[in-house]
Structure formats: structure tokens, C-alpha cells
């Protein structure tokens, strides 16, 4: 089965440390991988996707397909950051669905 | 540009009543998603549109849910009737097409069901 889980649901950090949101994933094929994220009172929104291989704002996330894992990290946290943060995973099964199926989410907040 | 549209943004039903939904994609998103996303969980897609057509609706209670996207625009979810359980966020996402993965969100449906 399909499956994303981020085991924290909280995750409190004074703001300079560093970050890591744990996401790992069941899938016997080859996903693609997601960061969204929902700021207070905002929609949810792409983050990061792991096929970009890129850094968006100062977070950065890498497939790791041997520990099926693809944690979010920041080298040192900042208030703004406080936000929820979804992992998804698009199974890519073919045909033309682009679905996401999402973890349950894991509050990030950063303390001053 | 404009996001995408989502009314009403909160809605109080009895159970065993009806509710509908309506969602308004960014201009030119083929694609068209809504999920539903109970409190501590995350969204979980109901139903996928490309243009007019479903693409997707393997997770849809269809015994009370339905949706359309009769002209390949705007879309509408409904529920009847409601049960408690169906008491979610309802969100509706749109996207270029199924190449361009990046989904686009509206601010979502707050449903509660007495």
C-alpha cells in the first residue's frame, strides 16, 4: 500500500538550530516526492519538490530510496519557518493521474 | 494572478442534510482536485477532473458524494446526505495539466456536520 508517515506530529525548536522533518514512504516503484507547506491563516503550497533538487528557503530534501525517506532540513531554523508541513507522495502509476497522497502533517515550531 | 476560488469558506449543516461546494481553478488548469482533509490528518484527494472528465475517483463515497466539472471550468462538490463523519476541510487544487505536478490550492471549506 501507499503510504506517507511523518511520526512527529510537533516538532519545537528554538530558532538558529537546526531543523529535520522526518517523512518516509511505502512504495514499491519510483515516486515523485513533495514538501508543502501551510503557513498560519495562508494556503497550503509547494515547497520543495525532490526531482528539483533545489533549496527553498534555506530547506532542502533528499530522496533516499534505500531508507525510503525524504526529510526536510534547515541548517538553522527562523521564526518564519513556524508553519505546518505536509510530505506527499505521487505514485506515478501511469494514465493521467497526478495524485498526492499526504502524510499527517508535523507542526514546525520555532521559538525566539 | 487570481488563485483558485472556493465558496462558501464555512458551512453548519444537520446531518442528513445538503451541502454543496464550489471551487473556481486559476485560469488555463486543465487538472482539478478536491480533497478532503479531517482535523489531524492530511488531504486526501476525493476526485480528480482533467477538463470534463473523471480521472480519478477511487476514494469518493459515492453513495453521498458527488462532484461535476460540467464545462471543464468550475467545479461542484456534493454531499447527501451529510453524516457526522464527513465534518472536514474540503479543498479544491488545480494544476496546468498532469505533466506539471505542482498543484495550486484554494483556502478550503470548513464543514461541520451536527
New interface residues.
Given amino acids: 500500500a501507499q503510504r506517507?508517515t511523518q511520526p512527529e506530529k510537533l516538532l519545537s525548536v528554538f530558532k538558529g538550530a537546526p531543523v529535520e522533518l522526518k517523512c518516509n514512504y511505502s512504495y514499491s516503484g519510483s515516486p515523485?516526492l513533495?514538501w508543502y507547506v501551510q503557513y498560519s491563516r495562508q494556503?497550503?503550497?509547494?515547497l520543495l519538490?525532490h526531482i528539483s533538487r533545489e533549496s527553498i528557503k534555506g530547506f532542502t530534501a533528499d530522496l533516499n530510496k534505500g531508507e525510503t525517506s525524504f526529510h526536510l532540513k534547515k541548517p538553522f531554523a527562523q521564526e518564519e519557518d513556524s508553519a505546518m508541513y505536509?510530505c506527499?507522495l505521487?505514485p506515478r502509476m501511469g494514465?493521467?493521474?497526478?495524485?498526492?497522497?499526504?502524510?499527517?502533517?508535523t507542526l514546525l515550531a520555532v521559538q525566539p | 494572478e487570481a488563485?483558485?476560488a472556493q465558496s462558501p469558506r464555512y458551512k453548519i449543516i444537520e446531518k442528513r442534510q445538503s451541502v454543496a461546494f464550489w471551487c473556481n481553478p486559476i485560469s488555463g488548469h486543465a487538472?482539478l482536485?478536491w480533497y478532503q482533509q479531517i482535523l489531524?490528518?492530511?488531504?486526501?484527494?476525493l476526485i480528480?477532473f482533467?477538463n470534463n472528465g473523471v480521472?480519478?475517483d477511487s476514494q469518493l463515497p459515492k453513495d453521498r458524494f458527488s462532484a461535476e466539472r460540467l464545462k471543464g471550468v468550475d467545479s461542484t462538490l456534493k454531499i447527501q446526505p451529510a453524516k457526522l463523519e464527513d465534518s472536514a476541510v474540503y479543498?479544491c487544487a488545480s494544476?496546468l495539466g498532469?505533466a506539471y505536478?505542482?498543484?495550486?490550492?484554494?483556502?478550503?471549506t470548513r464543514l461541520t456536520v451536527l
Fill in positions: 506517507v515523485e513533495f494556503r497550503l503550497q509547494l519538490r505536509y506527499a505521487n494514465g493521467a493521474t497526478n495524485k498526492l497522497i499526504f502524510g499527517t502533517g | 488563485g483558485v487538472t482536485y489531524g490528518q492530511g488531504p486526501k484527494l480528480q482533467q480521472v480519478d479543498l494544476s498532469d505536478n505542482e498543484q495550486f490550492f484554494g483556502p478550503g
